[in-house]
């Protein structure tokens, strides 16, 4: 868990890049906000909240999703469900803002209005989206992140089955339909270890081995490792797990084993050495949990957004 003092710095350095990646300011907004909060600097979050708010667009639905998170962590109940209410009347035309309120209002024991987010966010899934379910790979979709979720909470309440429910595999079907693939009825997946940079790593990385390293980058990069990890996930049955390197880290068990950074083989013994020190991160993380590639915000709000 990073300190205050590491929150606070992230925080800043994120703000300090929203002029250099206007692109992206929507997404900085969301994860400065998170690491401000994460330090207890709320006002300074609750701001930046609302100003990704006013950007407008899908980011801005998320955004609203976000600032009543922050708000009902402040006990700020009656601004929070406004918060909600001004998303539900903005009607976003995507399903993941309304799947975030469904989250939101269930971690906080509200099933019933759970229900009714999750049946927002089903109602805008496409017809091709809703096919794909019973696909070998639909448990993966976000189609059937919501389906399932909705079928969760309408089961809490009692509520009898429907045809939307029984549209995805559940819980027991999807080690079955891994078994399919691998042609085994007990897999045993193997597991992929990735040797990544830490956020602060990855930029210092470059400075010192510019040949290994040739993006400075972090957004980009995190974001195309990401992909690469989803992309392995569609076609493998094993588990991956991050091995977080910093660069001073690498640099320091080069020079007491007479290693070069630069070498594979190195670094490979490095991330052996950090294993073993607890460093490894298994991916993809929980929604609610933190982030696997470093940021303050929860997986579902950073890399794990659709």
Same mark, same amino acid.
């Given at each position: 868990?990073?300190?205050?003092?590491?929150?606070?710095?992230?925080?800043?350095?994120?703000?300090?890049?929203?002029?250099?990646?206007?692109?992206?300011?929507?997404?900085?907004?969301?994860?400065?906000?998170?690491?401000?909060?994460?330090?207890?600097?709320?006002?300074?979050?609750?701001?930046?909240?609302?100003?990704?708010?006013?950007?407008?667009?899908?980011?801005?639905?998320?955004?609203?999703?976000?600032?009543?998170?922050?708000?009902?962590? *402040? !006990?700020?109940?009656?601004? /929070?469900?406004?918060?909600?209410?001004?998303? @539900? #009347?903005? =009607?976003? %035309?995507?399903?993941? $803002?309304?799947?975030?309120?469904?989250?939101?209002?269930?971690?906080?024991?509200?099933?019933?209005?759970?229900?009714?987010?999750?049946?927002?966010?089903?109602?805008?899934?496409?017809?091709?989206?809703?096919?794909?379910?019973?696909?070998? *790979? !639909?448990?993966?979709?976000? /189609?059937?992140?919501?389906?399932?979720?909705? @079928? #969760?909470? =309408?089961? %809490?309440?009692?509520? $009898?089955?429907?045809?939307?429910?029984?549209?995805?595999?559940?819980?027991?079907?999807?080690?079955?339909?891994?078994?399919?693939?691998?042609?085994?009825?007990?897999?045993?997946?193997?597991?992929?270890?990735?040797?990544?940079?830490?956020?602060? !790593?990855?930029?210092?990385?470059?400075?010192?081995?510019?040949?290994?390293?040739?993006?400075?980058?972090? %957004?980009?990069?995190?974001?195309?490792?990401?992909?690469?990890?989803?992309?392995?996930?569609?076609?493998?049955?094993?588990?991956?797990?991050?091995?977080?390197?910093?660069?001073?880290?690498?640099?320091?068990?080069?020079?007491?084993?007479?290693?070069?950074?630069?070498?594979?083989?190195?670094?490979?013994?490095?991330?052996?050495?950090?294993?073993?020190?607890?460093?490894?991160? %298994?991916?993809?993380?929980?929604?609610?949990?933190?982030?696997?590639?470093?940021?303050?915000?929860?997986?579902?709000?950073?890399?794990?957004?659709?």
């Amino acid at each position: 868990m990073p300190s205050r003092a590491e929150l606070i710095r992230d925080a800043q350095d994120l703000e300090a890049s929203l002029d250099e990646f206007p692109d992206e300011r929507d997404d900085i907004l969301l994860e400065a906000a998170e690491a401000w909060r994460a330090a207890g600097e709320h006002e300074r979050a609750l701001a930046l909240l609302g100003e990704a708010v006013d950007q407008g667009g899908e980011s801005g639905a998320e955004a609203r999703v976000a600032l009543a998170d922050a708000l009902f962590d *402040l !006990g700020r109940v009656e601004e /929070a469900e406004a918060a909600l209410e001004e998303l @539900r #009347r903005s =009607r976003p %035309a995507t399903p993941y $803002p309304y799947q975030l309120a469904a989250e939101l209002v269930q971690e906080r024991g509200d099933l019933e209005q759970a229900a009714h987010w999750y049946d927002m966010a089903a109602a805008r899934l496409t017809d091709e989206e809703l096919e794909g379910l019973r696909e070998e *790979l !639909g448990f993966l979709s976000i /189609a059937h992140s919501i389906v399932a979720g909705r @079928r #969760r909470v =309408r089961e %809490a309440l009692g509520l $009898p089955p429907d045809r939307l429910d029984e549209s995805a595999a559940t819980s027991d079907e999807v080690p079955d339909v891994l078994a399919r693939l691998t042609g085994r009825l007990t897999p045993a997946p193997p597991r992929t270890r990735v040797l990544f940079w830490t956020r602060d !790593g990855l930029a210092e990385a470059h400075r010192r081995w510019p040949e290994l390293v040739q993006d400075d980058d972090v %957004a980009a990069v995190v974001r195309d490792r990401e992909l690469a990890n989803r992309e392995l996930a569609a076609t493998s049955t094993g588990k991956i797990t991050m091995v977080l390197m910093s660069a001073d880290g690498l640099a320091g068990f080069a020079e007491r084993t007479g290693g070069d950074p630069a070498s594979a083989a190195t670094r490979a013994a490095f991330a052996e050495e950090v294993v073993a020190a607890g460093g490894e991160v %298994a991916w993809p993380p929980a929604r609610n949990d933190r982030c696997w590639c470093g940021s303050a915000a929860k997986y579902k709000k950073c890399c794990g957004r659709p």
